[in-house]
């Protein structure tokens, strides 16, 4: 019985690496592709909003046209910056998601391979070597435990940080309408 990995191993293996390299390469191409657009129409949505603000702007006849015109144009604005941070953070979210199923697997299948070839040793280890073989698998499943547990953590705080910003978002969104509802009032 031989301890060395086969050729056909080998192969597997790399290929198997091969894939997982293109499936990371093409998130975050299409993660890449989906900012790009978004910042492309944001690009476009803010000019032509320029060129009718500024037209709106050289209309005005008085002060209190003004007023109630900058009252009018600055929730927009902000709306419109909160819906594209929102979309940001929900492309880099669903790109981060499928990064870490991938490597999740990927730990996985590391795992069994390291399971599988401490078997291996162990079987062909000389009388005596239970206690080193029982301490290796100790220490690694102790290293598993301590992923799972960054892994879980990590999750509970990318959850929260999401809810925060969705929180964040609506308080923004909020105080916005507040004060131009206020000030369109003292306007009138």
Known sequence: MSNFIAPEQFAASNKANVETMLTLA????ASAER???LNL????????????????MLAVKDVQELM????????????KAVAYAR??????SQSQEEVTKVMESQVAEINKGVASALDKAAKSAPAGSD????????AIAAANSAYDSMNKAAKQVA???????????????KAVNTTAKTAGKKAA
């Open 26 to 29: 093409n998130a975050a191409f």
């Open 35 to 37: 900012l790009t657009a």
């Open 41 to 56: 129409n944001t690009a476009r949505s803010i000019m032509e909003d320029g060129v009718a603000n500024t037209k709106a």
């Open 68 to 79: 109630n015109l900058q009252t009018s144009l600055a929730q927009p604005i902000v709306e």
């Open 87 to 92: 979309s940001v953070y929900e492309i880099t």
């Open 131 to 138: 206690v080193a073989v029982a301490a290796v698998k100790s």
């Open 159 to 173: 959850e929260m940080t999401e809810a925060n910003v969705a929180a964040a978002t609506n308080a923004t969104v």
